[in-house]
């Protein structure tokens, strides 16, 4: 037995990524009963991940969390180091050095491929972006969106496709009052996008998007929903799947789609058509993206294992704007292994494996652990979990001293790295407060890190 985790010897956990996987991480070693510090590392400048940069800016209730993250923040045993890349401007061997335990909750930064020809043409893009330039997130401002086209398709049915149809089919004062980026809201109020698809390789009785947000987009101002009654019709299958009980989420969204194909014709500046059991087989244009080619699929399988099969049938459907929304995926990082198929880091009930070695010392949480699904509130769960490991193996841990931040910090100093602490911070999230309050919206968010620094004093 050793004395890690005693006021002789602090137990020091760097947690690398402060979404709501890190900072329920956070909470959770905080409030053990151990003496714990928390150093978290954040690449970005600001921080609580997709709660900031992914969550839609017209739903400002689901960013309440931020309100708890803010308080775990400021713990007197909590330290935030924002712009600081794991993997780049220090490595994992280092933080390895300097902590007894590393936490990986780097949420999952990328999206996932449709792999079908003419994916990369202009007009075609990945929701990520999308979200991620509607969100203000400095990775994604450089990105132009032309939306002088009718017509624009989304490729996925879950809620992030539902999140970028609602985006698009939204007039400029149903934005105007939200925090969404200001350069995105000029660009929306002049887009001439007047139909959308929202395209699904499955049925009506597989969506992924929740009841609350399919409904919503029967309440918009200038958008009306579209459904044919005959894509309704469903397979024994799918009957019994939205008669088993335990799936009362997928009927209620089954008849919310119900509902929309019983409305009269659309009498809106917009439509938003759902579509199913339809899948992209190639984007086609001249040097931009002008059309897609559909192949039509039937569904195959047993109650809540059907899958979408071609049955050869093909349509063209022509579309300048392309947003495929079929899942997130984790991007490695540099001294730890990688499950590249599933986009993961690789572990065992959150402890970071090496093919079937446990490697001691290293854990995850969060969606780069299970993978790219969950609410906000999933993460905490989970990361409770991994704290839970972490706390079982406090026996088995080197229990030396660690450093922790005092070492980092002047190293990454010595490398031109600008930390931002969580004071820092606080005064970047004053500053969009103040920029949002004068413009009538609840923040005006920074789009560029300089931007942030020069908030700060020198
Ligand atoms: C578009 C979108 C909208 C969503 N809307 C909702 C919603 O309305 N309600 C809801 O409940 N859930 C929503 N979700 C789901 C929710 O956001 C996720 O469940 C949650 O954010 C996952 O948490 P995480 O901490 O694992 O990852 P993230 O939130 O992605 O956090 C990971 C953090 O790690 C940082 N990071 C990555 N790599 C490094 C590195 N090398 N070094 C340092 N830092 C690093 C990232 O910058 C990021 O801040 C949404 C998801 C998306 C994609
Ligand atoms: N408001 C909210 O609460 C909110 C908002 C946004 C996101 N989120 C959460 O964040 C998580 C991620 O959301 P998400 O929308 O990215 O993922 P998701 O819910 O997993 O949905 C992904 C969609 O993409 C489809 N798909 C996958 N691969 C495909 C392919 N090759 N071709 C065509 N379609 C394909 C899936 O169809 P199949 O079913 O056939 O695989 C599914 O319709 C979810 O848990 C979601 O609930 C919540």
């Known amino acids: 037995m050793n004395d890690l985790g005693t006021p002789a010897n602090p137990l020091r956990v760097a947690i690398v990524g402060s979404g709501p996987a890190g900072f329920y991480a956070a909470e959770a070693l905080l409030e053990s009963g151990q003496t714990v510090f928390v150093d978290m590392f954040e690449r970005l400048a600001a921080p609580f991940g997709l709660v900031r940069s992914g969550v839609a800016p017209d739903h ?42 590393v936490l990986f909750a780097c949420g999952a930064q990328t999206d996932r491929p449709l792999g079908v020809p003419g994916e990369h043409l202009p007009g075609s893009h990945a929701a990520t972006e999308f979200v991620g330039w509607y969100n203000g997130h400095p990775d994604y401002q450089d990105i132009a969106f032309d939306l002088s086209h009718d017509t624009a398709m989304v490729i996925g049915q879950g809620n992030v496709a539902m999140d970028v149809c609602r985006i698009l089919a939204k007039t400029p004062d ?77 009927l209620k969204s089954y008849e919310v789609l119900q509902a929309f194909a019983a409305r009269p014709a659309p009498i809106h500046r ?57 899942g997130y995926c984790g991007v490695a990082i540099p001294g730890v292994p990688f499950d590249t198929k599933r986009g993961v880091i690789p572990n065992r009930d959150g402890r970071v494996v090496d093919n079937t ?69 606080q005064m970047i999230d004053a500053a969009e407060l103040r920029r949002g309050a004068a413009v009538g919206k609840p923040r005006e968010k920074f789009t560029r890190l300089q931007e942030m620094l020069d908030v700060l004093p020198p």
């Open 270 to 326: 917009r439509r938003c058509h759902i579509v199913f059991l339809k899948s992209p087989l190639e984007l086609i244009g001249d040097g931009r993206l002008q059309r897609v080619l559909l192949m039509r699929n039937r569904l195959v399988g047993d109650p809540g294992h059907q899958v979408a099969e071609p049955t050869g049938e093909m349509e063209h459907l022509d579309c300048g704007l392309l947003f495929r929304s079929i």
């Open 174 to 250: 149903e934005l105007r009052h939200t925090d969404i980026a200001a350069h995105a809201l000029e660009i929306l109020a002049e887009s001439k996008v007047r139909d959308i698809y929202l395209v699904g390789r499955r049925g009506p009785a597989q969506v992924k998007f929740t009841h609350p947000e399919l409904r919503e987009l029967g309440e918009l101002a200038d958008c009306d929903p579209v459904v044919d009654p005959r894509d309704l019709v469903l397979n024994p299958a799918s009957r019994q799947e939205l008669a088993d009980r335990s799936n009362r989420a997928a």
């Open 357 to 425: 070695e446990v490697l001691p010392g290293l854990y995850v949480s969060g969606w780069i652990k299970r993978g790219p699904s969950g609410i906000i509130g999933t993460n905490r769960e989970d990361s409770v979990l991994t704290v839970a490991a972490i706390l079982a193996d406090l026996p088995s841990l080197d229990a030396s001293p660690k450093p922790a931040a005092d070492h980092i910090c002047p190293l990454l100093q010595r490398r031109g790295i600008r930390v931002v602490s969580y004071a820092d911070w």
């Open 60 to 101: 400002p209730k689901l960013k309440q969390a931020i309100q708890v993250y803010q308080q775990i923040a400021l713990s007197p045993d909590f330290r935030f180091l924002g712009n600081v890349t794991v993997g780049r401007d220090i490595s994992v061997a280092e933080l390895q050095s300097c902590y007894h335990a």
